[in-house]
């Protein structure tokens, strides 16, 4: 038992040495991003005053850039299209009416890449500002972000239909708003149109993944099909998941056609047995999500008004792709071209049967 307790304390000693050996090489890699962060922004700088203030033209890039490379051989970053970018970063973020210094401290945890990936593709500085934020808050690789970015994750957040103002507390509820996108963009999955709703939800779970990626942050999933029995009748929930920022459960009900008053109803029955059956009274309220293939505004902020419990309304999208086992049977543009050649060589000889007829 004491060989047992000693094995234990052991590996719980190596783990905390780990996880401070881990968080001391993060502080590490932050530190040393800002100080490059630092010298690109200063560069940036330079080189746009220079450029705006002297006749020298942009063309001093390039030959700032070969000294540079000659002096710092070992040292990358240099190239020309980077200071140009290092000129662009600047000048795109100096326009702010932020201050500039709290700027720089946010752009200056994540890495470069990721700075010029959002400069590029962001409209405009509070849009920039908003990804940054969210590379941040959610680690994302530059792939990542760019697949958030052109999947315009910016413009869908908190533009689900919702009754929470009404029946969530402030701040809470402005959490719960903030939290909601419409539409929601499945674009992981290939289905049919007319797919079922039992299809649609089979592939969110085999995905599950890539769909808690596009529900965001905070996301954990519970179950699918979760047995709720009410007055001895059984129902089903097509998907439970635990928002851990709001401390809620989240209900989500998938629907393949446009929504209809009445899925509000049977989401406030299911939200209510939640509440009694597993929600704890340190746990905030549980939340309704339903998801449509499309809705009315109108008709949605009806059905939602009067309800006292807190629900969401929103559409998805699904990739309307060709399937990747249709994709096998279609010919290539080779086979194509091939194949119009050799009608084009047969019409050809027929022709010239005729005329010898």
Same mark, same amino acid.
């Given at each position: 038992m004491n060989l047992v307790k000693k094995h234990i304390e052991y590996i719980n000693w190596v783990n905390e040495l780990k996880s401070l050996i881990q968080n001391t090489q993060i502080k590490a890699s932050i530190s040393v991003n800002r100080e490059l962060l630092g010298l690109y922004w200063r560069l940036g700088q330079s080189i746009s005053d220079k450029v705006e203030k002297t006749n020298w033209g942009s063309s001093v890039v390039e030959e700032l !850039? #070969?000294?540079?490379?000659?002096? %710092? =051989?070992?040292?990358k970053g240099f190239s020309r299209s980077n200071l140009f970018s290092m000129k662009k970063w600047f000048e795109f973020y100096s326009k702010s009416e932020i201050e500039i210094e709290k700027i720089?401290?946010?752009v200056g945890q994540i890495p470069w890449g990721q700075n010029v990936l959002i400069i590029s593709k962001s409209k405009n500085i509070e849009e920039a500002i908003f990804y940054s934020n969210k590379t941040i808050e959610n680690n994302w690789s530059r792939s990542v972000l760019l697949h958030q970015i052109e999947l315009g994750?910016?413009?869908?957040?908190? #533009?689900?239909?919702?009754? %929470?103002? &009404?029946?969530l507390?402030? =701040?809470? /509820?402005e959490l719960a708003t903030e939290t909601l996108k419409d =539409?929601?963009?499945?674009? %992981?999955?290939?289905?049919?149109?007319k797919a079922l709703e039992k299809d649609i939800e089979n592939q969110l779970v085999k995905h599950i993944t890539s769909f808690l990626l596009e529900l965001g942050k905070g996301f954990s999933f519970v179950g699918q099909q979760i047995p709720v029995k009410i007055d001895n009748q059984d129902f089903y929930i097509d998907l439970l998941f635990y928002h851990i920022k709001l401390k809620c459960y989240i209900v989500i009900e998938?629907?393949? @056609?446009?929504?209809?008053?009445? %899925?509000?109803? #049977?989401?406030?029955?299911?939200? !209510?047995?939640?509440?009694?059956?597993l929600k704890t009274e340190a746990e905030n309220p549980? @939340?309704?999500l339903l998801l449509c293939k499309s809705k009315s505004e109108i008709i949605a902020e009806y059905a939602l008004r009067g309800m006292k419990q807190p629900i969401g309304i929103a559409e998805y999208e699904i990739n309307k792709a060709i399937p990747k086992e249709i994709k096998t049977e279609l010919p290539t543009i080779e086979e194509i071209e091939l194949a119009?050649?050799?009608?084009?060589?047969?019409?050809?000889? /027929?022709?010239?049967? #005729?005329? &010898?007829q």
């Open positions: !850039s #070969k000294d540079l490379k000659k002096e %710092f =051989p070992n040292q720089q401290q946010l994750y910016y413009e869908r957040r908190g #533009k689900a239909t919702t009754n %929470f103002i &009404e029946t507390p402030a =701040p809470h /509820s =539409p929601y963009k499945f674009d %992981f999955l290939t289905l049919q149109e998938l629907k393949a @056609i446009e929504f209809k008053a009445e %899925f509000a109803g #049977k989401m406030n029955l299911y939200l !209510s047995a939640i509440d009694d059956t549980t @939340i309704g119009t050649t050799k009608a084009m060589h047969n019409a050809g000889e /027929s022709a010239k049967i #005729k005329k &010898e």
